[in-house]
């Protein structure tokens, strides 16, 4: 991810990572089996950077419109308290979770793809959309990953979260001990 200067420095102060789920966690795709059971695909870079974002003190929640076993299993394995799901109104949602945590909207970032998103990633400080975004939500996004949803585009707006903040060397020196 290319950062602009404004875009840096936003990041620098960014205490909560929003997230939408499909096509931004996942590829989009919704797949289903004979039965009726459905499927996603998540990169595992994805989750790792997760992880490390929370590692360094950043926030991580979950806003999506849809509810699923699958998106709820994968959420309970990577520790992700804060999740909305079967949200029509992501901006209300936004609303909630910044009074629950106590932190500002101009603290926070916001990754979605599509429309249903724009609610949510016009209140915050750094509106981020991914690669394969519809073009109204990149249009509106101060930032568009290079990477696409469910490949690898969360764990770029992490690095680049922890690269602003100054904390991306020493967590990946961290590995080296």
Do not use: W
């Amino acid at each position: 991810m290319n950062g602009n200067k404004k875009a840096s420095s936003i990041a620098k102060n960014i205490k909560l990572l929003i997230l939408d789920v499909d096509g931004v966690l996942t590829d989009g795709g919704i797949y289903f089996d004979d039965n009726g059971t459905e499927h996603k695909k998540f990169d595992s870079q994805d989750g790792c950077g997760i992880k490390l974002l929370e590692l360094s003190g950043v926030e991580v929640a979950i806003i999506t419109a849809r509810s699923t076993k699958s998106v709820a299993h994968r959420l309970n394995t990577l520790g992700i308290k804060n999740y909305y799901h079967g949200i029509k109104d992501k901006g209300v949602a936004l609303k909630e979770l910044s009074d629950k945590l106590s932190i500002d909207l101009n603290e926070s970032a916001f990754v979605g793809d599509d429309v249903i998103d724009l609610p949510a990633m016009s209140k915050v400080a750094l509106p981020i959309a991914v690669a394969n975004a519809h073009s109204f939500v990149k249009e509106n996004a101060l930032m568009v990953t290079e990477k696409a949803g469910g490949s690898g585009a969360v764990r770029e707006v992490c690095d680049f979260l922890l690269k602003s903040q100054n904390k991306y060397d020493d967590l990946m020196q961290s590995f080296l001990k």
